[in-house]
């Protein structure tokens, strides 16, 4: 182990403000963006220029974001549009999944008429026949209310 801490400055702007003199005598180390993101020694400090920082923050959630939703379905815009615009999301939903009125009432357990009524809004399900089609459909619940 080192004496004292190291002070590693990372990132392009830090460089630049280095070579322009805007650091004085705090610059020990200088190390290149692709060195992070480890330090050697957990008594290391770094200083990184705001916009690095905010770049490093901001990859970060995109990472973090892609991880939560990578095994999530994709859905087509066109079915983001119709569920939008105020369509049924029953229907949309079966028609997304290629299954006809019939094959949907038949594998919920409804007739289709009771279907086709809760489809066209002439009907409101309860919330156990709208978790049985959402079951059927491989959704959540929430995505058809």
């Known amino acids: 182990m080192r004496d ?8 392009d702007r830090v460089e ?12 020990f180390e200088v ?26 923050i ?3 959630l995109a990472e973090t974001a892609y991880n939560r939703t990578r095994d999530q379905e994709t ?10 615009a105020g369509d049924n999301p029953i229907t949309v939903w079966r028609e997304h999944r290629g299954m006809s009125l019939r094959a949907l009432a038949g594998a919920s ?14 009907r409101a399900g ?10 059927v459909l491989r959704l959540d619940i929430d995505d058809l209310t």
Do not use: C, W
């Not at 290149?32 to 905010?54: H, N, R, T, V």
């Not at 357990?109 to 002439?122: A, D, F, I, M």
């Not at 309860?126 to 079951?135: C, D, E, S, Y």
């Open 16 to 27: 630049r403000m280095r070579d322009e003199g805007h650091l004085g005598e705090l610059v």
């Open 109 to 122: 357990g409804l007739s289709p008429g009771y279907l086709s009524q809760v489809e066209n809004g002439k």
């Open 58 to 60: 901001e990859d970060r």
């Open 126 to 135: 309860p919330v156990a026949t709208i978790k049985k089609l959402a079951a």
């Open 31 to 56: 190390a290149p963006a692709k060195e992070y993101p480890g330090l050697s020694e957990p008594d290391d400090l770094m200083l990184i220029a705001q916009g690095d920082f905010e770049e490093l």
């Open 4 to 11: 004292k801490p190291v002070i590693r400055l990372v990132g």
């Open 75 to 84: 859905v087509p815009d066109t079915v983001v549009r119709r569920l939008v």
